[in-house]
């Protein structure tokens, strides 16, 4: 069964360094979504692409948060610098279209900063 | 308030149990409904799907939409230790389109043998 693949799985990083996540989503799919989830809360968009296209960044932190897709396929999430409240899951979700209960969610990466 | 309420729980019943899973929700303009099954350390992936009010079954699982409440519902029939997971409410104003999913915080449920 094809899977959504993110790596890292785990990363611990001290506050100001650069960290960044990076997802592969299930071939074919042209929908990509970034989701944040805190400890204890649910997962919250954080950018969605369409294609290579982002069509939803409204609620991505620009200051220090960049998403890129830029072949349409595999994607990249990037936060420079971080901080201690960046510590949670991204989760990175594709589907074949932007329909919402076809989207297919990878293992997460788990950020801890210091 | 939140657009999306639900309880964290823990929520923790002996195997065999029927279960009940809420959210409530503050937006009338919801449409579409669905409930995630979140095992520890992994993503969340869909159990139910229900568009508008009513009920809608598969297998141990009942959804349940009452839109006059603004208050849906996941019931788990004889359950399982398998089923010990946190269970995510998500709702949507679209089915598709650049309109995100709202999730609650989830309720971590614990299935004893």
């Known amino acids: 069964e094809a899977e959504v693949a993110q790596s890292p799985r785990y990363k611990i990083t001290e506050k100001s360094q650069a960290v960044a996540f990076w997802c592969d989503p299930i071939?074919?799919?042209?929908?990509l979504y970034w989701y944040r989830q805190i400890l204890g809360q649910g997962p919250e968009l954080l950018v969605q692409f369409q294609d290579e296209s982002v069509v939803d960044d409204s609620q991505l932190p620009k200051d220090r948060f960049s998403a890129e897709r830029l072949k349409g396929v595999d994607s990249t999430l990037k936060i420079q610098p971080a901080e201690l409240g960046d510590s949670a899951m991204y989760l990175c979700?594709?589907?074949?279209?932007?329909?919402?209960?076809?989207?297919?969610f990878g293992p997460g990466t788990r950020l801890t900063v210091l | 308030q939140k657009e999306v309420e639900q309880d964290p729980g823990p929520l923790s019943v002996p195997e065999g149990a029927i279960v009940s899973l809420n959210c409530t929700y503050s937006?009338?303009?919801?449409?579409?409904f669905m409930w995630y099954r979140q095992y520890s350390r992994k993503g969340p992936e869909l159990l139910m799907y229900?568009?508008?009010?009513g009920n809608k079954e598969d297998g141990r699982f009942t959804a349940q939409v009452d839109k006059s409440s603004k208050y849906i519902s996941l019931f788990i029939r004889d359950s399982q230790p398998s089923d010990s997971a946190t269970y995510l409410c998500?709702?949507?104003?679209?089915?598709?389109?650049?309109?995100?999913?709202?999730f609650g915080k989830g309720t971590r449920l614990s299935v004893i043998a």
């Open positions: 998500a709702m949507s104003l679209v089915r598709s389109g650049n309109t995100p999913l709202v």
């Open positions: 979700a594709s589907s074949l279209t932007d329909v919402v209960d076809t989207q297919y």
């Open positions: 937006n009338s303009a919801f449409q579409y």
């Open positions: 071939s074919g799919h042209a929908t």
């Open positions: 229900t568009y508008s009010s």
